[in-house]
């Protein structure tokens, strides 16, 4: 049984950053891919970041490009996300989860493409 345990969420201004972390159990963690997504309230679950299990590639949801860095420390067993420039409509529950398989630019984003989640982190960015 593979668990995912976030950590890291808070509450911060506008402007400011949080990192995010996600701990995973077992020893194939580097083996999978891993991704990030979100839940605001009363809003569907959405796709923010996703990392090969190399760490080589990296996907973003457009709303958080540029300001959002997925990465990994596989020796660790652990997966990041370092949000910079927080704007009020980051607030949202933050789920990690691992990919069932390769994952590829085309379907990063679908929620199928992830079997196993964490219980999540609460995100509050405050304006």
């Known amino acids: 049984q593979v668990q995912l345990v976030e950590s890291g969420g808070g509450l911060v201004q506008a402007g400011g950053s949080l990192r995010l972390s996600c701990a995973a159990s077992?020893?194939?963690?580097?083996?999978?891919?891993m991704g990030w997504f979100r839940q605001a309230p009363g809003k569907e679950r959405e796709s923010v970041a996703a990392?090969?299990?190399?760490?080589?590639?990296?996907y973003y949801a457009d709303s958080v490009k540029g300001r959002f860095t997925i990465s990994r420390n596989n020796a660790k067993n652990t997966v990041y996300l370092q949000m910079n420039s927080l704007k009020p409509e980051d607030t949202a529950v933050y789920y990690c989860?691992?990919?069932?398989?390769?994952?590829?630019?085309?379907?990063?984003?679908?929620?199928?493409?992830?079997?196993?989640w964490g219980q999540g982190t609460q995100v509050t960015v405050s304006s």
């Open positions: 990392i090969s299990w190399s760490g080589g590639r990296t």
């Open positions: 989860a691992r990919g069932a398989g390769m994952l590829v630019a085309g379907t990063w984003w679908r929620q199928n493409e992830y079997d196993y």
């Open positions: 077992g020893r194939t963690f580097s083996s999978y891919a």
